[in-house]
């Protein structure tokens, strides 16, 4: 769900924080000492060990002598090797020992520093809502959301719904009501309050580490040009990410929409994930690149399971420090209680069967310059305060729509991980996935049609991409594929 090309840091190369806690932290507390004292009990317990069987020998030896110079001679042979294998077998099981002796400890921190961060993104709920999958959904006072941890927002409270952008025709729609599984009961949660997904500790553990939960990795920067000479970034460490998108360029943008056809594309393992999603940009490709993101994705590592969620993302730096995936940080302001960011989608479409879309929308408010999100036909889910961002406070420069998946290559050829569907633009409708009435919010707050959108596909042939344009769906493309065939090894 990164621009164009990210990639996302195998969760299994964990940091080092989790590693050596009581060092990486200066950790002195009880822990830490109790583990030191722990340690020289073992090792004065071995000592005496030592001490004994050197005893227990040495009386064999000399009561052994008696009998015969033979025997004596091969007592004190078996005296030697017995004196000197305990002392190295037991230097070996002292260091195994002490290394082992600040795990305990170290487990203990890290579980404490788990149901710490627990207890600051999971708020007091007046209501829990227990979903079929397996979530759970509090309601949580408005007011008392993760939002408002931040500092530049205590003691405030949601703002009123902002001026809508004026719309120059119909969408027409095929969205649905009920889109999410933890609603299906008839269950809401009562006015003043938002819905959020309870984290919990084994999402935390699913992570690369605590400090980068719900986070993104800074990487390296590619560029890559164009042939019209656009310039469109790549960034990529450990993890391959591949895209096939749809973009905009060279305007000053301020905002979009879509209609996205939802899937539940197959994801090959736990470190890989696939989304279709929108991305509203400003900035330049390095260290102070502002990016918004929504839209859905199946991701094992975050979520636990191949369910297809309606998600959100922001960054003001590049995904350095800032940001985060859905309300795991402060920052976006939710104002719906209706629509539970991070909730499993249902239904999804079917291969030659029923086809779902969802629309999401994404604009600023000319009046107070926040960037507000909107789902379906006027639902208002929240906004991104205009303070989080330092170019997006202005305008975006780019706008994407598309579908992007990770490549871990773990068995050594192309992942099986599908985008969209997993069949190839080439199929089309009920076989393919699409993007559908693809729009953009002028300096006139009006929703207009893209008059020179651009489809990109980074491979071709494991995922593509084809463009159009007719009188029904307005900008519309087709995306995706099966990644891993004969022409994709």
Known sequence: MDLLGVVLVLPI????????????????????????????????????????????IYVMASSCSKISPIISIFVFFLFFIFSVCPVLSIETEQFNLANQTFKPGDELHKMKMIKSHLMKINKPSLKTIKSPDGDLIDCVLSHQQPAFDHPQLKGQKPLEPPERPKSRHNSNSMEFENFQLWSFSGETCPEGTIPVRRTKEQDILRASSIRRFGRKIRRSVRRDTTSNGHEILFLFQFLEKQHAVGYVTGDQYYGAKASINVWAPKVTNQYEFSLSQMWVISGSFGDDLNTIEAGWQVSPELYGDNYPRFFTYWTSDAYQATGCYNLLCSGFVQTNNKIAIGAAISPTSSYSGGQYDISIMIWKDPKHGHWWLEFGSGVLVGYWPSFLFTHLRSSASMIQFGGEIVNSRSNGFHTSTQMGSGHFAGEGFGKASYFRNLQVVDWDNSLIPLSNLKVLADHPNCYDIQGGVNRVWGNYFYYGGPGRNQRCP
């Open 13 to 56: 190369l964990a940091s080092s924080e989790e590693n050596n806690w009581c060092f990486l932290h200066h950790y002195t507390t009880r822990q830490c000492q109790y583990g030191i004292s722990q340690q020289e009990q073992i090792e004065e317990e071995l000592q005496e060990e030592e001490t004994r069987n050197s005893t227990r």
